[in-house]
């Protein structure tokens, strides 16, 4: 049953994985196409530039690259997004040309995960189904042990019967036709060549085996915890530290912005601007689902 609980839980970890990766996938599409228009823009603004004789040809080559290289990677994402639709079905046994996602709301953003309390107690992994597990095979150990060990001992149990003591109906009548015996047997091991203390010894070498393998389990549990907490604290700075970048960007947009109202900047400053943008922003969204990755992983070293 444990083991059971335990491949639930694992199925349920990968489900979310599948989602959470399909989505980010959805989002790195649309950052891509974004993207690729600035940069068609940006584009044709150099193409008319250089057709009036501004710019030399080797002006047009960078923005041409950088192009194509967000078109291949917009088909690397379109790519990654059907893998994580169809290891999602398969998860969720349906298949691929049956299951329909609803897409994301336009507004919706990755939502940040909760906090995690600053000390956790260790017996919160006793949730675990393959701690709980080896704490069962553990005990059952020990109680085989000490079952085997009682059985060297004489067994003394009472035993009692009645009848008749003639066959003869007339018999049946007199006082002392009915017999009673009422006695102790005494049953235990005398000699058996050593097979008891044999058997005595293999049950004390599996209970400390699976004690063994109980502390074991316990200690792993805990550096599995440990570590997906501290990949977790990692992620949300990581997360706060994008968020700052975007917000820094976001802030030069606006000041190009002023600036081109003014006529103290042109398109293409206005056009990088928005790249740059662009790019925290798809660096956030990335660090996001990391985040919500990592989040998962946490729950799911607590037994969640």
């Known amino acids: ?71 291949r990677q917009a088909a690397a994402e379109r790519a990654e997004r059907h893998l994580a639709h169809s290891r999602l079905a398969v998860l969720l046994g349906q298949a691929p040309a049956e299951l329909v996602v609803a897409p994301a709301p336009p507004a919706a953003k990755p939502a940040t995960p909760g906090q995690t309390p600053a000390e956790l107690p260790a017996a919160v992994i006793a949730r675990r189904p393959d701690i709980a597990a080896a704490w069962n095979a553990a005990l059952a150990a020990a109680h085989e042990r000490e079952r085997v060990r009682l059985e060297r001992w004489p067994r003394l149990t009472l035993t009692a019967s009645g009848g008749v003591l003639s066959d003869r109906l007339g018999d049946w009548l007199r006082r002392d036709a009915v017999g009673w015996l009422a006695g102790l047997a005494l049953q235990g091991p005398i000699l058996d060549g050593g097979r008891h203390a044999a058997r005595h010894d293999a049950a004390r070498a599996e209970a400390e085996a699976a004690q063994a393998n109980y502390r074991q389990q316990v200690v792993a549990a805990l550096g599995e915890v440990e570590s997906a907490l501290l990949r977790l604290e990692a992620a949300r700075q990581q997360d706060d530290s994008l968020t700052q970048q975007r917000a820094r960007r976001a802030g030069h947009l606006a000041d ?49």
Do not use: C, K, N
């Open 1 to 71: 049953a444990a083991d059971l609980e335990a491949l639930r839980l694992r199925l349920r970890l990968e489900t979310r994985f599948a989602y959470l990766d399909l989505r980010h996938a959805e989002s790195q599409q649309e950052e891509s196409a974004a993207a690729a228009m600035l940069l068609r823009q940006r584009l044709e603004h150099l193409a008319a530039r250089h057709s009036a004789g501004l710019v030399g040809r080797d002006a047009l080559r960078p923005a041409q690259d950088a192009l194509a290289a967000v078109e």
């Open 256 to 304: 190009t912005q002023t600036s081109a109202r003014a006529g103290r900047s042109d398109a293409l400053a206005l056009i990088d601007a928005e790249l740059e943008l662009l790019a925290a922003r798809r660096e956030q969204h990335a660090g996001r689902h990391a985040l919500q990755v990592r989040w998962h992983e946490a729950r799911h070293s607590l037994g969640y």
